[in-house]
Each structure stands twice: as structure tokens, then as C-alpha cells.
């Protein structure tokens, strides 16, 4: 052992007393120990500070993410959710337009003059409740053209030439037919959903809307409503 020649003890501690000696010498390892153990005790709470903050930022970055996808989902279960026009609503005076058979843009123009009124009929030719309704519609807008103060359009969401098939398939007069709006005219009259039977008064107001199959109670009420027998 290097401790136990007492010429280099006392060279290197300046002692020449064994005990004294190995008295500091084991001094000095406990303090080294300590110290080791001082640093580690040091170094295990940095790295369980880090591994904490670690798991708080992972928890705030999950509850973020989260939080975007709800308000993402809500975002796109609105602009699914089909706009309808109800009783009430005052549409633009301008603004709302669609394509006659001819192909030209020309405006879907809402009642201005007092006791005027707008029978707007809105449909696809894909859709099967609109073909159903047909019937009805066609008697029925027959019927309010020899009425003064009232007009009647048939507002196709689908192209122009699908449309004019089968207006011409089904005898309805293209004079009447506007089709393929732009997505302004689309929303406002919320043909994210047909058919819709709409009437608008002569302030551009939504009087009547009765949305879906003309059904026996829909017949009656609108029956009701326009003085006739459907």
C-alpha cells in the first residue's frame, strides 16, 4: 500500500505518523464521496425537473391538438349541415344570380313592386322527391301565372345542360329555368338542400317555405295558403 511507507507519507502529507495518515486519507475520500453523491443527488432532480417539464409540455401539446380537432370538427359539422331558408329571412336585392338555358348570367330577381310575389322553386334533376313533387309544381305554377303580381322561378342547382334535359323531358318552360348559380346565389337560398318551395313578397322577405315532399298535410296547407285545390 502507498500509505504504508512512511517517507512518502510524510513527502506527500507532511506527517510522519501512520495513524494521522490514513485519518486524512479517509477524510478525503468522504468528502469525495460526498461530493459524488452531492452531484448525483444534483443530477437526479435536474433530470426528473426535465422529465416533469417534459410531460407537462407533451400533456399542453396533446390538449392543444385537441382542441384544434374540436374546433375543426365543429367547424365542418357547419359547413355540412345544409343552410335552409326559413319564414322571415330578407334576401338581397342584388347580388343573387344564376344561368338561363341560354348559358347567360342574369339575375334571380326578388319582388320589388307592393303585391308582387316570387314563387321560387328550387330542385335538381337527380333529385328523386323533386320528380315526385313535379306534378304538383307544375299545376301549381300554372296556375299562379294568370294571377297578376305573382311570377314563378325554377332554380336547378345542377349544370345548364342537364337542366335543360329535363325541363324539355318534363315540359317545363325554359323561359322559367335558371340553373348552375354561383356559390353566392347557392348558399343564400340554401341549396345545399332541395326541393324547397319558397314564395317572397314584394320586400324581398321569405313569406312561406315548405321544404321536401309535397305530402297530403304540405298540399293542404299550401291549398290553404294560395286559395286553390292542389
Known amino acids: 500500500m502507498l500509505y504504508e511507507d512512511p517517507l512518502t507519507v ?22 469525495q464521496f460526498h461530493h459524488i453523491i452531492a452531484t448525483m443527488n444534483a443530477l437526479r432532480h435536474y433530470v426528473v425537473l426535465i422529465f416533469k417539464t417534459s410531460i407537462w409540455c407533451l400533456a399542453a ?28 329571412t330578407r334576401l338581397p336585392a342584388i347580388n343573387l344570380r344564376a344561368a338561363t338555358m341560354d348559358g347567360l348570367l342574369t339575375p334571380v330577381n326578388v319582388p320589388s313592386q307592393k303585391d308582387n310575389k316570387l314563387l321560387l322553386i328550387t330542385f335538381s334533376p337527380t333529385c328523386p322527391i323533386c320528380r315526385d313533387n313535379l306534378t304538383n309544381w307544375l299545376r301549381l305554377a300554372a296556375a299562379l301565372r294568370t294571377r297578376d303580381g305573382w311570377r314563378v322561378i ?77
Open 10 to 31: 510524510q513527502v506527500i502529507f507532511g506527517f510522519d505518523k501512520r495513524n494521522a495518515v490514513l485519518i486524512n486519507c479517509r477524510a478525503i475520500t468522504f468528502l
Open 61 to 88: 401539446a396533446v390538449l392543444a391538438q385537441n382542441i384544434i380537432l374540436i374546433q375543426q370538427n365543429r367547424n365542418l359539422k357547419m359547413r355540412t349541415q345544409p343552410k335552409l331558408l326559413v319564414s322571415g
Open 154 to 230: 325554377w332554380l336547378s342547382r345542377d349544370s345548364i345542360q342537364t337542366t335543360r334535359e329535363y325541363c324539355t323531358a318534363h315540359q317545363i318552360p325554359s323561359s322559367l329555368v335558371l340553373a348552375d348559380p354561383p356559390y353566392r346565389t347557392y348558399a343564400e337560398l340554401g341549396l345545399d338542400a332541395v326541393p324547397q318551395t319558397v314564395v317572397i313578397t314584394d320586400t324581398g322577405t321569405v313569406d312561406r317555405v315548405w321544404i321536401g315532399s309535397l305530402t297530403t298535410k304540405t298540399l293542404e296547407e299550401m291549398s290553404a295558403y294560395f286559395n286553390m285545390a292542389l
